[in-house]
């Protein structure tokens, strides 16, 4: 029969292996983030190809589409590596059907690319299928800080997670930005929807914020020079006030692709500081919870010798004093995970607004028969025509759900 | 390469291990909830035992400790069954913690066992320690069902959760009265405890009602006739009044005793129903979820047929029928889990009562250096005394958390 102190010590091995597996999650979410750049790279570039009517940026998006080519490869060579087989991985049947997502979108990039190449697609129609592939491809990450066992870890997921989705926002902001100043105009939807843009950054920043460490918010900091902000915000007021203007001027399309692709490259900067932060974390704890793992074994062989040379004396299993001893051991562990769980419900419960908007998203799809990015569209324009937040409007419709 | 069609099915088939693992878990709660039923016989048995100095229920005591002992090896059984070596149980840190905590208060049991029938040890002593056994038991029940994915099968385990926690406030009432009965006298404190007990059980009582099916309902209102419930009033009422009358009557603690029993031991019925859905449930789900993955290797495979005849004419990965069918069924799927995953979030909302007050508990015993039992005492007070719910007083320390 097993013993308590088995028991013990099969609870540390399950916690070393859900940071194992958080490791390989990171070294994933790495390579995800370099194919999110790289693809944002080429949503803008093809915003100003198509905005342009193929006059800019046509070798430029050649090179872009090779450079995302390879990464791609790299990120299903990590899906690839992922172990399918036996069905233990934790949380997999979610993961596993948000990467069915993504690889269905990756195969239909290169008849995009074509369209996009014979300037057969709307720059609009581009953006929003390459805005629904990035998006695939964060939805993995927010499934990697979801289910996180380890508060730490799932703090620096969800300090990634926010600042990935925040950059995402700033490209989806250039790709915009490209396609107005390229094509000279802008209607007040399209404004509207670059301020909401604007502010989806700034709240996705701001939650990176609250979850990272001194050292990381610096070079947050470092990357936003006043400079080149004021310059951003320059071009933002012109860009916001195309609707109203309405003058082409192509050029102003390369200055603002510029500003902004430096911005997101520094960014990227920051993004990989994330990274390499989260996955030192990962491999500390794991260092550290198979010290903890061999001292425990030490001390229960040193208890059990005890209580085997005891039990020439007595006939119950243990003495009391190694019932004390295991008894203390028992509690301890018992009161770490208390302690770790409920750390681990206040960090993730920062991840829910993604889920009720996910969850009014839904209702909406359900009752109104719309997609998902109509759905989304009609949450974010009624937040809009009332001066409200998202997330009001979102949990209003949720309270609203039995009339809907 | 991995396909998206192979990572859908490979999201099944984690889906189908999540469940087969919820069907062993399923077993272990029952073989739990048939030791708790014997362990709580035992406390009252040996709760008349210990208050009549002896004078009843010796024989009794005894014959309950050896069928005690017999259902104890079983549930180990159960335990050595489980997989402890691959660190591959989802939630097996926890688990396994919970686990060691009951094989460790189960060593302790023949120790108190040979106190109780030397009469070495107060009733309320004994009680105590069989309380935080089977405390330990049921808290095992509780992992389980907080760590259940399927949002049907985490409402059968909320409710049998929430039935078993209740049929415990039961049979400690049971002890309670027993010894109050068997000594005679009960003080206020011992009243208020009573009457605790009795607003607990009709509280858990109500939260099992309202995620169980008409057929369980019913049996459970089977299982409480008017007249019985006439009587076990007609006792409570009596024993809450031995704190100003005082007189002791023997007699009465046999009464009380067959009444709790015959009550207790109907709510064992009703939970072997319960338990019965439980696991039935677990087996409907997990044939249901095998059909469908049959079904959807039949249509993957039809498609990769049509693909591969497709792709002698066309250089593209997929013909763009294809590509419309797989991204319907990765829609699917994904809406599916996002509903499952909502719907689990709705049921799992039920057990954050138990989260805070453990969390509660956990400050008070930081902060004031109380062990677990003092610390549930104090809130338990607090309550009574400002005649407030626990809930309420719960919320209340834990947002002057930062004071304490």
């Not at 508060?151 to 790709?175: C, D, H, T, W, Y």
């Amino acid at each position: 029969m097993k013993s308590a102190l088995s028991f013990l010590v099969a609870a540390r091995q399950c916690e070393i292996a859900d940071l194992e597996q958080l490791a390989l999650t990171s070294e994933l979410v790495s390579a995800i983030g370099r194919l999110t750049h790289a693809l944002q790279k080429e949503r803008g570039i093809s915003n100003v190809f198509l905005g342009s009517h193929g006059a800019r940026f046509g070798d430029q998006r050649l090179a872009q589409v090779m450079e995302c080519e390879q990464v791609e490869q790299h990120v299903r060579g990590q899906f690839n590596g992922l172990n399918t087989d036996s069905g233990g991985l934790r949380n997999g049947a979610r993961l596993f059907s948000r990467i069915a997502f993504v690889l269905q979108a990756l195969d239909a990039l290169p008849a995009l690319r074509q369209r996009i190449g014979a300037q057969a697609v709307p720059a609009e129609e581009a953006t929003a299928a390459m805005v629904r592939l990035i998006g695939g491809l964060l939805v993995v990450v927010f499934e990697a800080a979801d289910s996180a066992t380890d508060p730490e870890i799932s703090r620096a997921l969800v300090a990634l997670f926010n600042f990935m989705q925040g950059k995402e926002f700033s490209g989806q902001e250039r790709a915009l930005g490209s396609a107005a100043f390229a094509s000279g105009h802008a209607d007040a939807a399209h404004t509207q929807h670059w301020l909401h843009l604007i502010e989806s950054q700034e709240r996705c920043f701001g939650v990176c914020t609250d979850f990272s460490d001194l050292a990381l918010l610096r070079a947050w900091k470092a990357s936003q020079p006043g400079d080149a902000m004021a310059e951003l915000e320059r071009l933002r007021r012109i860009g916001c006030a195309l609707s109203a203007t309405g003058t082409r001027n192509a050029d102003l399309s390369q200055v603002w692709y510029d500003c902004c692709t430096m911005r997101i490259d520094a960014m990227k900067t920051v993004e990989d500081l994330l990274g390499a932060h989260l996955r030192g974390l990962c491999e500390r704890k794991i260092a550290q919870a198979r010290a903890e793992l061999r001292d425990q074994k030490i001390i229960q062989a040193s208890l059990l010798q005890q209580a085997n040379a005891a039990s020439l004396h007595t006939s119950a299993q243990y003495g009391p004093q190694l019932e004390r001893s295991i008894l203390g051991m028992v509690q301890e562990q018992a009161l770490r995970l208390q302690a770790m769980g409920d750390e681990l419900e206040t960090v993730r419960a920062s991840l829910n607004e993604r889920k009720v908007v996910e969850r009014a998203k839904g209702l909406l799809m359900a009752t109104r028969k719309l997609n998902e990015d109509e759905a989304y569209k009609m949450l974010r324009q009624t937040a809009m025509n009332q001066n409200r937040r998202l997330r009001d409007v979102v949990e209003a419709v949720l309270a609203m759900a039995d009339f809907l």
